[in-house]
């Protein structure tokens, strides 16, 4: 983990990111349980790890234009039984505390911006 804010977005503090925010995410009593139903409670499993790697590729394709996501960021939120809008205010709630250990406020704004973009844009879809 890195010990300085980071005041530009690369790869590496995107991961950083990543692995700070998914901890705090299976902990969470709202929304801990919808990711340890589809992906167990071990963060050190297989099926976490790919998580994590996916979703790394995620934020990198949002923020960087990289090329190594091309998934249906949508798609599984259509199968999460009980998701709904006071999970999403959590869920970006500790997005946003995540970044705040991450990045200097002036990058950090710009993943509290988008996130809280994508997740109006799911709960439009997902009629929540
Ligand atoms: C309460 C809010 C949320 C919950 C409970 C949730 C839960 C999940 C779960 C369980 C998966 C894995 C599904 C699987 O592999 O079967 C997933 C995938 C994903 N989530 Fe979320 N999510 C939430 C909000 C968000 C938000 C706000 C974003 C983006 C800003 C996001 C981005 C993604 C992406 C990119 C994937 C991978 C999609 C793919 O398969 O390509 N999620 N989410």
Redo the contacts with the bound molecule.
């Keep these: 983990m890195q010990t300085e804010l980071a005041n530009t977005i690369n790869d590496e503090n995107i991961e950083t990111l990543v692995r700070t925010f998914y901890p705090m995410?299976l902990k969470d009593p709202?929304?801990g349980p919808?990711?340890v139903?589809?992906?167990g409670d071990d963060i050190h499993s297989d099926?976490w790890e790919?998580?994590l790697v996916?979703?790394s590729h995620?934020?990198a394709f949002?923020a960087l234009g990289d090329e190594r996501?091309n998934?249906?960021?949508?798609?599984?939120?259509f199968?999460?039984e009980g998701?709904?809008r006071k999970?999403?205010?959590?869920?970006?709630k500790l997005?946003a505390e995540a970044i705040d250990k991450v990045y200097v406020p002036k990058s950090g704004e710009y993943f509290k911006l988008?996130?809280a973009?994508?997740?109006s844009n799911?709960m439009r879809n997902l009629g929540i």
Excluded: T
């Design positions: 995410v709202l929304v919808f990711f139903e589809k992906l099926i790919e998580h996916l979703i995620f934020w949002v996501y998934g249906r960021p949508m798609a599984p939120h199968l999460i998701i709904s999970a999403f205010e959590q869920w970006l997005f988008k996130s973009d994508i997740a799911f």
